[in-house]
C-alpha cells in the first residue's frame, strides 16, 4: 500500500499474519521432544512397577515358606525340607537352572554347631522384565518349642538322605 506525503511515496509494510515456516518447525521440534521424553518416563515407570511386582511375588513366596519351615517339627525340619525348591507364584526360573524351581532353601548348622539351631537361606532366582534377578535372606530357626528328639545336624541329615 502506497501513502503519498508532500509527493513523496511512503510504503508502509502490511501487518503480518501467521507464523513463518522455521517457527513452524521449531515448534514441532519442541513437541516432538517433549513427547518422546514423556514416552520414555512412562515405559521406565512400567517396567519398574514390573519389577516391584515381581520382587514382591519372590518375598511372598519367601515368607511362605519360611512359615512352612516354621510349622514343621524341628527334628524332621532340615530332613524334609533340605535343600529344597519351591514355587515363587508366576515367576520362571532362572535359564541356567537345572529343575525349574525359581525358590531354592538351603541348611547349614547354626551357630556353634548347635542342635537346636538351623540356619536358612532361602533364595529366589527368576527372569522378569529387567532381565535375570535374585533376592536372598537368611534365618535361623531354633527349637523354642521343645519338640521330642533331637534334630540331626546337617551333616546327618545329607547322611541320611544319601543312604536312601
Known amino acids: 500500500m502506497r501513502?503519498?506525503?508532500?509527493?513523496?511515496?511512503?510504503?508502509?509494510?502490511?501487518?503480518?499474519?501467521?507464523?513463518?515456516?522455521?517457527?513452524v518447525l521449531t515448534a514441532g521440534l519442541v513437541l516432538a521432544l517433549a513427547v518422546l521424553g514423556l514416552s520414555a518416563t512412562l515405559a521406565n515407570?512400567?517396567?519398574?512397577?514390573?519389577?516391584?511386582?515381581?520382587e514382591m511375588l519372590a518375598r511372598d513366596a519367601m515368607r511362605d515358606t519360611l512359615a512352612r519351615l516354621a510349622a514343621a517339627p524341628f527334628d524332621k525340619?532340615?530332613?524334609?525340607?533340605?535343600?529344597?525348591?519351591?514355587?515363587?507364584?508366576?515367576?520362571?526360573?532362572?535359564?541356567?537352572?537345572?529343575?525349574?524351581?525359581?525358590?531354592?532353601?538351603?541348611?547349614?548348622?547354626?551357630?556353634?554347631?548347635?542342635?537346636?539351631?538351623?540356619?536358612?537361606?532361602?533364595?529366589?532366582?527368576?527372569?522378569?522384565?529387567?532381565?535375570?534377578?535374585?533376592i536372598e535372606s537368611t534365618h535361623y530357626l531354633a527349637n523354642v518349642r521343645g519338640d521330642p528328639g533331637v534334630a540331626p545336624t546337617v551333616a546327618e541329615v545329607e547322611e541320611a538322605l544319601a543312604a536312601r
Open 45 to 54: 515407570g512400567s517396567r519398574l512397577a514390573d519389577g516391584s511386582r515381581e
Open 77 to 134: 525340619v532340615a530332613l524334609d525340607f533340605h535343600n529344597g525348591r519351591f514355587a515363587a507364584g508366576p515367576l520362571s526360573a532362572a535359564k541356567d537352572d537345572p529343575d525349574g524351581w525359581p525358590g531354592e532353601i538351603v541348611f547349614s548348622d547354626g551357630p556353634d554347631d548347635a542342635r537346636d539351631v538351623y540356619r536358612v537361606a532361602l533364595r529366589v532366582r527368576w527372569r522378569g522384565a529387567g532381565g535375570e534377578r535374585v
Open 3 to 23: 501513502q503519498t506525503m508532500d509527493g513523496v511515496a511512503l510504503i508502509v509494510p502490511r501487518p503480518r499474519r501467521g507464523f513463518a515456516l522455521v517457527e
